[in-house]
């Protein structure tokens, strides 16, 4: 049993390290196994995944606040603090560079279709920028104060910005207008469009996570962290969340479905503060950096089990890089109501029906899905999964980690597999039914118990107010028959 479980991981694909200061960007490239990286140290780093050292060449005079590439990867945009941004060709010998804003470059982003970029800076601007023309032909202005971020939407027909004046804005290119405004209560650090293009993400200093519906603009989620929020990345196939906080850690969150929001894993690698995160074009590998000059690769395999129950199906995070350090496992997640009994046989399916939901879509999510596109706007609370700390042996390590997976033969077991796969899905919607109708009970027997400590409060209130009266008309009478009045007399008048 305990060699199944490590056979299957998420691990620890890449550990690096060559930046002198603190890693502020990272972007993969959207064909090949490169990842850029920029830093505080005004320098630019290549990292391939098939070779542990970088190639490094300084790119601007201050402080790189960011850097991507360009969707067919020919070109790395950046931005500074030396108030301008940079266009590199692939083999980063030569660069254009672009100058209008007044302050230090905050964000900078490429279009969907690669022929138009957009920046944001300090000086409260967002502007968008054709590259053959050499500056920018459309402003953004309504911001007042520094502006942190900007991104396209997926249809490039929209942008979306934060700023420290506590909003988030909505901007459409064609007109130059805004059409629309989320007031925050806190400043936003990083803002970022779902894949479907009709939810936006923001990244809070508060710790939480909001994601918001532009259908309908209302909250549609929020998640949590102990400590602000730096970025946040949606998965390609919009079912997941990465998340970079001054927490040390990194999560991965599932959105919207039945388990509201709660991490699938977390990972605390880092010494320090994670500063950003990207995924790979495909979803296969996600990176993160980090103040403490690191950046870590991961790569996913299924993090559910086929076969065993939710309790023995947690997930094993193992570093393929650094085999000394802990395993970071959630616990299975308990019934809200616990009263030491023994589970019931409906929550034991309850259970088992999450484990094979949380499967089936993991295997997936290297597919492009339009499944999210119908998300509803119901606002749902993210619920926090205890974790724990595990030693790994140092044989368990060596016996059962891999290192590269290769892609497995089609064996009888693999088809076996596929087979219970195919009945789950014509299972789901009956499981999912009978998961709302438990939810409902749940909610109208707390509903009756609210109504009955009312009910009984009321009582006690009548009460009280009967005997204020009854004590009040007695002294009222005692006073008239004082004054020499009978009751019949104290009545009439």
């Not at 103040?291 to 950046?295: C, F, L, P, S």
């Given at each position: 049993?305990?060699?199944?479980?490590?056979k299957?991981?998420?691990?620890?694909?890449?550990?690096w390290?060559?930046?002198?200061?603190?890693?502020?960007a990272l972007s993969?490239h959207?064909?090949?196994?490169?990842?850029?990286s920029?830093?505080l140290d005004?320098k630019l780093?290549?990292?391939?995944?098939?070779k542990?050292?970088?190639?490094?060449?300084?790119a601007?005079?201050s402080?790189?606040?960011d850097?991507?590439?360009?969707?067919?990867?020919?070109?790395?945009?950046?931005?500074?603090?030396?108030?301008?941004?940079?266009?590199?060709?692939?083999?980063?010998?030569?660069f254009?560079?672009?100058?209008g804003h007044?302050?230090?470059?905050r964000?900078?982003?490429?279009?969907?279709?690669g022929?138009?970029?957009?920046s944001?800076?300090?000086?409260e601007n967002?502007?968008?920028?054709?590259?053959y023309?050499?500056k920018?032909?459309?402003?953004f202005?309504?911001?007042t104060?520094?502006?942190r971020c900007?991104?396209?939407?997926?249809d490039?027909k929209?942008?979306v910005?934060?700023s420290?004046d506590?909003?988030v804005?909505?901007w459409?290119?064609?007109?130059?207008q805004?059409?629309?405004?989320?007031?925050?209560?806190?400043l936003?650090?990083?803002?970022?469009?779902?894949?479907?293009g009709t939810?936006?993400?923001?990244?809070n200093?508060d710790?939480?996570?909001?994601l918001?519906?532009?259908?309908t603009n209302s909250?549609y989620q929020?998640?949590?962290?102990d400590?602000g929020?730096?970025?946040?990345k949606?998965?390609p196939?919009?079912?997941?969340?990465?998340?970079?906080?001054d927490?040390y850690?990194?999560k991965?969150?599932?959105?919207?479905?039945?388990?509201?929001?709660r991490?699938?894993y977390s990972l605390?690698e880092?010494?320090?503060?994670?500063t950003?995160?990207?995924?790979?074009n495909?979803?296969?590998?996600?990176?993160?950096g980090s103040?403490?000059?690191?950046?870590l690769?991961?790569k996913?395999?299924?993090?559910c089990?086929?076969?065993?129950?939710?309790?023995?199906?947690?997930?094993?995070l193992?570093?393929?890089?650094?085999?000394n350090?802990n395993?970071i496992m959630?616990?299975s997640?308990?019934?809200?109501?616990?009263?030491?009994?023994?589970?019931?046989?409906?929550?034991?399916?309850?259970?088992?029906?999450?484990?094979?939901y949380?499967?089936?879509t993991?295997?997936?999510?290297?597919?492009k899905?339009?499944?999210?596109?119908?998300?509803?706007?119901k606002?749902?609370?993210?619920?926090?999964m205890?974790i724990?700390?595990?030693?790994?042996?140092q044989?368990?390590?060596?016996?059962y980690v891999?290192?590269?997976?290769k892609?497995?033969?089609?064996?009888k077991?693999?088809q076996t597999?596929?087979?219970?796969?195919?009945s789950f899905?014509?299972?789901s919607?009956?499981s999912?039914?009978?998961?709302?109708k438990?939810?409902?009970?749940?909610?109208?027997q707390s509903l009756?118990k609210?109504?009955?400590v009312?009910?009984q409060?009321?009582?006690?209130?009548?009460?009280?107010?009967?005997?204020?009266?009854s004590?009040e008309?007695?002294?009222?009478f005692?006073?008239?028959r004082?004054?020499?009045?009978?009751?019949?007399d104290?009545i009439?008048?």
């Open positions: 049993m305990e060699k199944s479980i490590f299957r991981t998420t691990y620890l694909y890449r550990q390290k060559g930046h002198d200061d603190d890693i502020t993969f959207p064909q090949t196994h490169t990842l850029v920029s830093s005004t780093a290549l990292w391939r995944l098939d542990l050292n970088c190639e490094k060449f300084k601007h005079k402080y790189i606040f850097v991507c590439y360009s969707p067919d990867g020919e070109f790395i945009a950046t931005a500074s603090k030396d108030q301008s941004i940079r266009i590199w060709n692939e083999d980063h010998l030569n254009a560079e672009y100058r007044r302050s230090p470059v964000s900078v982003q490429f279009s969907p279709k022929d138009k970029f957009v944001v800076s300090n000086d967002v502007l968008l920028w054709v590259p023309r050499g920018y032909f459309k402003t202005s309504e911001h104060d520094w502006v900007v991104k396209f939407s997926p490039g929209l942008l910005s934060c420290d506590k909003t804005k909505i459409d290119i064609t007109s130059e805004c059409v629309k405004t989320f007031n925050m209560e806190v936003v650090r990083y803002i970022e469009f779902h894949p479907t939810i936006i993400g923001s990244a200093v710790g939480y996570i909001k918001y519906d532009l259908r909250l929020r998640y949590t962290h400590r929020i730096n970025m946040i949606f998965h196939n919009g079912k997941f969340i990465l998340t970079a906080s927490d850690s990194v991965v969150l599932l959105i919207k479905n039945i388990l509201n929001g991490p699938i605390k880092h010494y320090d503060k994670v950003c995160i990207a995924f790979s495909n979803g296969e590998l996600f990176a993160s103040t403490d000059q690191q950046i690769v991961w996913c395999n299924d993090l089990m086929d076969g065993q129950s939710r309790k023995n199906s947690t997930l094993q193992v570093s393929s890089v650094t085999p350090k395993l959630p616990s997640v308990k019934p809200k109501f616990d009263d030491g009994n023994e589970r019931s046989k409906r929550e034991e399916e309850d259970e088992e029906y999450i484990r094979k949380l499967s089936n993991l295997k997936k999510s290297h597919s899905s339009d499944d999210s596109a119908g998300l509803s706007a606002i749902m609370e993210s619920e926090k205890n724990m700390n595990v030693e790994s042996p044989e368990d390590y060596a016996n891999p290192m590269i997976p892609q497995p033969n089609i064996s077991q693999s597999v596929l087979k219970d796969q195919t899905n014509t299972l919607s009956q999912i039914k009978a998961l709302e438990d939810s409902v009970l749940k909610q109208i009756r609210n109504y009955n009312l009910e409060r009321l009582t006690i209130l009548e009460q009280s107010f009967k005997k204020l009266y004590s008309a007695k002294h009222y005692a006073e008239f004082a004054h020499g009045f009978t009751e019949i104290t009439q008048s």
